[in-house]
């Protein structure tokens, strides 16, 4: 089955480089997205292409790909930062049927 | 600028129906393919559906396939989600997103979100 996992957590102090990452078979074949959810409101994407920066998206924000394993690192990590990050990709069977990983709360304090 | 905004959501009873709206603007509605998903409360985000530009091509997740049915109406620029037998485990935000991708059947990722609309499912 087309699973994606992801660590429940991750805490850093400000300033420091978080780390966050997103395991899946299929990640060998497709690409990941990184979206942000604040506390209330929609997600928003910060990755795209395992490695692109949307416009309005901090330098800080980067990512990675090895294997079957996608890493989305915030280096220089804000209090502003804070959220669910979650990883998105889809099937590589052919059939779309999009995948979400269980989400990692970031803390930044 | 691009905006999407949903409608519809509300207290539905099992087993009866629920139609969510998603109006979108600022962008040619037309060209693109879009998506439903849900966040059921304190949980993680969940893909239901996706259709293409075109309207031909149509997936749905497992977990609402045969009861959940979605179109867009390129007219009126909305995207609907018609959701049948509902359940409780039905219960969630559902946000419409539009897709990165323009004029293909081949989906990509969601570059533009809504606000999201709560249905909850009780009786």
């Known amino acids: 089955s087309h699973e994606l996992t992801q660590p429940p957590s991750v805490s850093v102090s400000p300033g420091q480089t978080a780390t966050i990452t997103c395991s899946g078979d299929a990640l060998a074949r497709k690409y990941a997205y990184w979206y942000q959810q604040k506390s209330g409101q929609a997600p928003v994407l910060v990755l795209f292409?395992?490695?692109e920066r949307p416009s309005g998206i901090p330098e800080r924000f980067s990512g990675s790909i090895s294997g079957t394993t996608a890493t989305l690192t915030v280096r220089g990590a804000q209090v502003e930062d804070e959220g669910d990050y979650y990883c998105?990709?889809?099937?590589?069977?052919?059939?779309?049927?999009?995948?979400f990983g269980g989400g990692t709360k970031l803390t930044v304090l | 600028q691009v905006q999407l905004v949903e409608s519809g959501g509300g207290v539905g009873q099992p087993g009866r129906s629920l139609r969510l709206s998603c109006e979108g603007s600022g962008f040619r509605f037309s060209s693109y393919g879009m998506h439903w998903v849900r966040q059921a409360p304190g949980k993680g985000l969940e893909w239901v559906s996706s259709i293409s530009y075109d309207g031909s091509s149509k997936f749905y997740a497992d977990s609402v396939k045969g009861r959940f049915t979605i179109s867009k109406d390129t007219f009126k620029n909305t995207l609907y989600l018609d959701m049948d037998t509902l359940r409780a485990e039905d219960t969630a935000v559902y946000y419409c997103?539009?897709?990165?991708?323009?004029?293909?059947?081949?989906?990509?990722?969601?570059?533009?979100w809504g606000h999201g609309t709560l249905v909850t499912v009780s009786s």
């Open positions: 292409d395992d490695n």
């Open positions: 997103a539009r897709d990165r991708n323009i004029e293909t059947t081949l989906f990509d990722f969601f570059d533009h």
């Open positions: 998105y990709s889809t099937d590589p069977s052919g059939n779309h049927i999009g995948k």
